[in-house]
């Protein structure tokens, strides 16, 4: 008879789960036993890690004494453990809790004909506390006020911006210096312009509620071809080969820019909650930096963990009282001029343009 008797190094009580009667099992948030073969004890739903913990699961035998055969184990949707007659205990090691979010536990165990599946989820918050920065005025630039600013980038000594709202979503090429637009390409009245970035010669900008983009030619403007994707459209940066996206969560999805699929996805948090309403992004110097919507705090983000580094407070740069609608004229708008190493932000509707450097 296999007895499991197993620990785990979290926070959290056991729960009592429901069970049933028959001869297979669904996988949910919680226990559903047809053969009321085993219990799990830990983890409770929601148990708290921290990223490069270890888990340790405790599972005891439910109603009479049965012979299990075998039970697996799976973390994170990946198997991780057989256990057999006999085994009694298996860690999941810490080089699996290497990203934040919410993950997956799950026992399935066997007896002769009959399968039993236990499926619980834990959050993995980060394992640092965020630093928070300030930051310096180098400069500033005239910016129209009339931009309502949802995707920026620097290159070749130009800024390119897009634009939101309805009837007033545009794609521009901006003088840096100046603030005058040299070129622009207004969308269809119907879409509301959201992220841009620039990949091998080519802009992509995505819109907000209408699952649809488009690529442009960026010497040109001219639409090369249209991309689809299946949440809303929020921000956009490029990651060294693949094109990362907001969708106003804390998830940010990792496209391939040629077929414009999604190949990975992260989960963004801090060592005490979820960090959502992620908007505008901008990759710099290994990291993913966004606006956090209706906020002045711009998240600096590990891309491969999903960790907030630090955070950076951006609260007095344009005053609330000077904005048309606090509300909706919120910082927004992050670009990068990798050369000079120069930090430009803006807001929506804001008057200026800001080259900053952070503060400690």
């Not at 990949?199 to 001219?222: C, L, P």
């Not at 490029?238 to 989960?267: A, C, H, Q, W």
């Not at 801090?270 to 711009?298: C, F, P, R, T």
């Amino acid at each position: 008879m296999l007895l499991l008797t197993w620990m785990i190094s979290c926070s959290g009580r056991p729960e009592k789960m429901s069970s049933g009667a028959g001869k297979t099992v669904a996988a949910t948030s919680g226990e559903v036993a047809s053969a009321r073969l085993i219990k799990m004890e830990f983890p409770a739903e929601n148990s708290e890690f921290r990223l490069n913990d270890q888990v340790r699961i405790v599972i005891s035998p439910e109603g009479d004494n049965r012979i299990i055969d075998s039970v697996k184990i799976y973390f994170d949707g990946k198997e991780v453990s057989t256990l057999n007659t006999g085994e009694t205990e298996f860690t999941v090691p810490p080089s699996l809790l290497m990203t934040t979010g919410r993950k997956s536990v799950k026992a399935v165990a066997f007896s002769n004909k009959a399968t039993q599946t236990i499926t619980r989820f834990v959050v993995v918050f980060s394992d640092i506390v965020p630093r928070k920065h300030g930051y310096k005025v180098v400069h500033s630039y005239y910016h129209d006020n009339d931009a309502f600013t949802q995707g920026l980038f620097f290159d070749g000594g130009l800024l390119y911006e897009g634009t939101g709202q309805e009837a007033g979503s545009s794609l521009r090429e901006v003088e840096l210096e100046t603030g005058k637009v040299l070129r622009q390409l207004n969308l269809d009245p119907s879409l509301f312009g959201e992220g841009i970035t620039l990949f091998n010669g080519r802009i992509f900008q995505v819109t907000w509620r209408n699952k649809v983009g488009f690529v442009y030619d960026k010497a040109s403007f001219s639409v090369i071809k249209r991309i689809y994707f299946q949440t809303e459209g929020w921000g956009l940066a490029t990651v060294e080969k693949r094109i990362v996206m907001s969708d106003g969560s804390n998830v940010l999805y990792f496209f391939d820019p040629e077929m414009f699929n999604v190949v990975s996805r992260i989960e963004v948090y801090d060592n005490e909650k979820k960090v959502d309403q992620l908007n505008e992004l901008e990759y710099i110097n290994g990291e993913i930096w966004a606006n956090i919507w209706q906020s002045d705090l711009i998240a600096r983000i590990d891309p491969v963990s999903g960790r907030v580094n630090s955070y950076i407070d951006l609260s007095s740069l344009f005053p609330e009282s000077e904005r048309r609608e606090f509300s909706a004229d919120v910082l927004n708008g992050i670009a990068y001029d990798a050369a000079g190493k120069r930090i430009f932000v803006t807001g929506k509707r804001w008057p200026k343009l800001y080259e900053i450097s952070i503060t400690e």
